[in-house]
């Protein structure tokens, strides 16, 4: 037992749990627990934020990585609520995060002091577990608690603190309790059923698999799967990697961020395999088509459709027991047809990124991103058409990793997300790709990267709209009002800030600016890059609803889809497997 402050006791529950960073802004209702955490400076890092929700997203940004809980905090009132888009990110996307609040002084709670609320009640919906601690003496339990809490139940924890207590003295002895936070269980399938999903393929004409999130970590098993029993694979964008993109299997996603193999092949799947996600667009299939699912969270089976073989489980599990039957598929037309259709794909966006004579092409910045990744580039997404483009055709067939704000989808999560990865892989390259609109609500905090020199590379696609709305508006007959974006010099602004600030505009000057970055990185950089890529503003493809089988349409609806979105050299999967 040890005598110390409540507030370093808290930074040696975190050291506890490999918590080496966190992200936040101290103020007067939360001075004393930061003050605990300058005594552990050496074991725990405070990252001086900027904005406390650009704090919050890091945290959750650095959950979804790693694997391990991220840590926020910010004062009480302003602060506490800066970190609501944060933890609303974490629990729609099931990530264990910590929220420390500052509240006021316990002497002046209740007596209408300055900034005093009930914070309390404010994280009822968000967060899977909130306490306010009303004893010095509980601050470390509480915290202990909470981060078990997060783990177990997939979400954020919210811990309040009355500045005053984090700042007396206590008895503090180290907990024996393990930091469990990893679950060590794996399934037994009932034999029968896996016979079930074995007959199932081999009875079916256009079977498919459906990878999500459970998938993680499984990526040899679904290589291994898809290439046994002959099914193409898609994955939902959240699950962007559990599958090489480049291998002729992997279709893509299915909607407005997907791919015509991938909205396709799933448009034709008579049995859809679905593993390890709660896809809220598998309600859209079809009528008819059969779905086996498979998840390790009961509610979670049949909640966006009705399933005919429901199966309770791991994911990777299920795979491992699927590869033990001796059965194997051969390449089957419907397979061929469907990399025949990704073939083309891929050739239609190469050839849309190598025309910049009416301006440069987002797919340009993706293909040339793309040629400069390494085996284990880390990259993060904005949200908007940004995401579209980097899903299509970014590379994550090796160790990338890839994170985006997926459920929630707020717009500025690419820079902390990118300023996470640095932090929690210091050795890897880093890539955010953001929109102009999303870069604006969080670019405050590049001032962060350059003052921790973290060389993240931040990649802004300026089409000066709102790009994802401007789709909407096209497609409801809206007037483009309210979408327009007022442009502007982020290469200077960047410089300005103390980062590196490259404006790309054609093929040349990327291609430049990217050789630049390879020979900064090579040489040791440590400032924060931002490639300022002036594109052309053009309404990417939308494979939400892709009419272009001429078995289900007119020529005329054909033509005009064909016309809009410059599709060329892409004949439909009912045509390609027809000539098959």
Known sequence: MTKMKAGQALAK???????????????DSINNTVDGLYQEKDKIKYIQVRHEEVGSLAAAADAKLTGKIGVSFGSAGPGATHLFNGLYDAKMDHTPVLAIVGQSATGVMNTSFFQEMNQDPMFVDVAVFHEQVVSAQ????VV???????????????VIIPDDLSGQEIDFTEFKTAPIYKEQMHTKFDEAT?????????????????????????KKELVAVSEKFSLPVLSTVPATGVMPTDHPNFMGSRGRLGTKPGFEVSQMADLVLSVGTNYPFLRFLPEGVKIIQVNNNAADIGKQRDVDLAILGDGKDFLNELLQRDVTIAPTKFLKAARLDKQNWDKWLDKLASDDSE????????????????????????????????VRQLPFNKGQKFTLSSWFATMGYGLPAGMAGKLSYPDRQVVNVSGDGGFAMVMQDLLTEVKYQLPVVNVVLENKVFGFIQHEKIAANQAPYGIDLQGANWAGIAENMGAIGLTVTDQKSLDDAFDKIDALQKSGNTKPIVVDAKIKNVD???????????????????????????????????EILKDM
């Open 13 to 27: 529950v975190l050291e506890s749990w490999q918590i080496d960073h966190l992200y936040g802004i101290t103020a």
């Open 138 to 141: 509980q601050i470390p339990y």
């Open 144 to 158: 202990d608690q909470a981060i078990r809490a997060a783990y177990a139940n997939r979400g954020p924890a919210v």
């Open 194 to 218: 896996i016979d079930r999903v074995v007959k199932a393929i081999q009875n079916a004409k256009h079977p498919i698999i459906w990878a999500g999130d459970g998938l993680k970590g499984a």
């Open 359 to 390: 301006g440069l092409p987002a797919e340009a910045v993706m293909k040339t991103i793309k040629a400069h990744a390494t085996d284990n580039t880390i990259f993060a997404a904005d949200v908007g058409n940004n995401t579209e483009w980097a």
């Open 540 to 574: 990417p493809i939308d494979t939400s609803f892709i009419p272009m089988d001429p078995e289900q349409f007119d020529q005329a609806t054909i033509d005009n889809y064909k016309k809009t979105y410059n599709v060329f050299g892409q004949p439909a999967l009912s």
